[in-house]
């Protein structure tokens, strides 16, 4: 492993990863003075776009994916390798080849290559033509073209964010859809049971033939190889021409196997200051973490590693990296935002702050679960860890407030438009793989085909609990269990 060099300003910054991450910790980059060699490398050819539109706009219509570009913040005069993924990273020599074989060098390296849509396994019809992901533009593109030919049913395999999502757009445009998920509720990984029984309703009320405690055993297509049915695991049948999976996503870590890096599908661990983690959990001084990709040891959540499949984290743990890969260790920053992401389906806007899937209870504190405008705050042993807001956007600053206070659960708000008597209940969060808390792209909690077949290892218990406070010379990553947060 390299040296730590911590100290020398670097003169050639690489960032592995063009988009949100990538692009912003660009920006920051140059933001915070460095006037060095900066090179961006992106697998894909697009210039960096902006992902939550896909399920959204795009797909319904009113936006096309040419028009997702994200904008710039500033001039980043930079060198773009598009096209082409990096293949490999040796930091002893702090060198990235290609997958053309053309290495690069670097000072300092920013990894931000995010996450992918776990595909349906081929033996299961996963090959077949109108099986669909959605992540990139291209997904979006093949999608929307294929909902507007009109297909007579639409399957969505997992009740996610993005699923939900993709139903919502389905019914808009006037198509029938069955979703299939797993576990009893609709988002029941990321919001609990509680919220997740408000949230079939919204399924159901807009015309969702929604399948609960159900997976799909396999999709079966015609002799052309278009898909044409799903057979389910309660027995039954669905016949549809177009599936969307959305049932999880896996971290792009491939490129990095052998480079000495704690990476594997659940992400890359950093430490509190986005430095990537060696094997044996020592940080390195040179190598950076950002976005989708990142594990990382939050202050508020002791005792795991967090990975945070949200906008809003990419763009703040992008900007922290850039502070410290300019900057030496003293003046290094701890990336502890609060989490927080959206999303929008069945006319309603969701907005979350803080980790529902840590909590052992729910109150809904505005409004009621059978209106389409609440607010429901989550508690774990007495203290408030998250808050989501079904279209009440505008509540949510002071319970965020609250949650970084560690605040007592329930809440003492004395809302005027909230219960006479707040009345917690059991979040119901589905217990089915320990420590694994998902909001949405747990893998083990979701929508999967193999009930039998374990897709994740199992996690294990956690034996150590680093905190973004201090600065540790080592974690050990394989040992610190995963809070996996995602858009699926
Ligand atoms: C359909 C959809 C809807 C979403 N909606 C919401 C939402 O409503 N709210 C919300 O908070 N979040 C949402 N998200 C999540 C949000 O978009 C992500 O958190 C964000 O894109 C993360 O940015 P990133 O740069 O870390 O990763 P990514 O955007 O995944 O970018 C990583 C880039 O690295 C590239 N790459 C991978 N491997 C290599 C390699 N070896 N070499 C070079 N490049 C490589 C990838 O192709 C990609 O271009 C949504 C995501 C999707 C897919």
């Known amino acids: 492993m390299t040296a730590p060099d911590a100290v020398t300003a670097p003169e050639r910054i690489v960032v592995i990863g063009a988009s949100l991450a990538g692009l912003r910790a660009a920006e920051a980059l140059r933001d915070e003075g460095f006037t060095g060699e900066l090179t961006l490398i992106g697998d894909e050819p697009y210039a960096p776009y902006d992902r939550p539109p896909l399920s959204k706009a795009v797909l319904s219509g009113w936006l096309s994916t040419d028009h997702t570009e994200l904008p710039r913040l500033r001039d980043i005069d930079a060198r773009w390798l598009l096209g082409t993924p990096a293949g490999s990273l040796d930091t002893d020599t702090r060198t990235v080849t290609l997958a053309d074989g053309r290495q690069v060098g670097y000072d300092r390296l920013l990894i931000a290559t995010g996450t992918r849509s776990r595909p349906w396994p081929a033996e299961r019809g996963g090959a077949l033509h109108g099986v669909h992901l959605l992540r990139s533009r291209d997904d979006a593109d093949r999608l929307r073209t294929a909902l507007v030919a009109g297909p007579e049913r639409v399957l969505v395999i997992g009740a996610g964010f993005t699923g939900g999502e993709v139903a919502s757009v389905c019914r808009d445009l006037g198509l029938e ?150 900057h030496p260790p003293h ?28 909590a052992d209870q729910v109150v809904v504190t505005q409004g009621a679960l059978d209106q389409r405008q609440f607010v429901a705050a989550y508690g774990q042993r007495g203290r408030l860890v998250a808050v989501v807001a079904v279209d009440a956007p505008r509540v949510l600053d002071g319970y965020g407030a609250l949650i970084e206070a560690q605040g007592p659960f329930p809440p003492v708000l004395n809302a005027t438009d909230g219960p006479d008597r707040l009345e917690p209940l059991d979040a119901g969060f589905p217990r089915t793989a320990p420590a694994a808390v998902s909001r949405i792209a747990d893998p083990s909690a979701g929508h999967l085909p193999a009930p039998s077949t374990p897709l994740d290892p199992p996690a294990p218990p956690i034996q150590s609990t680093p905190s973004a406070e201090s600065t540790p010379s080592t974690v050990s990553t394989p040992s610190v269990p995963s809070v996996l947060a995602g858009h699926e």
């Open 177 to 326: 859809v069955t979703v299939t998920q797993r576990s009893g509720a609709p988002l029941a990984s990321a919001l609990g049971g509680v919220i997740g029984g408000a949230a079939a309703r919204w399924y159901r009320d807009a015309g969702v033939d929604l399948r609960l405690g159900t997976t799909v055993h396999a999709l079966e297509g015609d002799a052309d190889g278009r898909l044409r049915r799903a057979v389910l695991s309660d027995g039954t049948v669905v016949a549809a021409e177009v599936a969307v999976v959305a049932a999880g996503a896996l971290a792009n870590t491939e490129w990095l196997a052998g480079s000495g890096l704690a990476a594997d599908a659940r992400g890359v661990a950093c430490d509190a200051y986005c430095r990537a983690l060696t094997d044996d959990g020592t940080p390195l001084a040179d190598v950076f973490v950002a976005g989708d990709i990142a594990r990382w040891p939050h202050p508020l959540y002791p005792g795991q590693l967090l990975r945070l499949d949200h906008w809003d984290n990419a763009v703040a743990q992008s900007r922290t990296a850039a502070h410290n890969m300019t």
């Open 331 to 358: 003046e290094h920053r701890g990336h502890r935002p609060l989490p927080a992401f959206w999303s929008n389906q069945f006319g309603m806007n969701l907005k979350c702050l803080g980790l529902p899937a840590l």
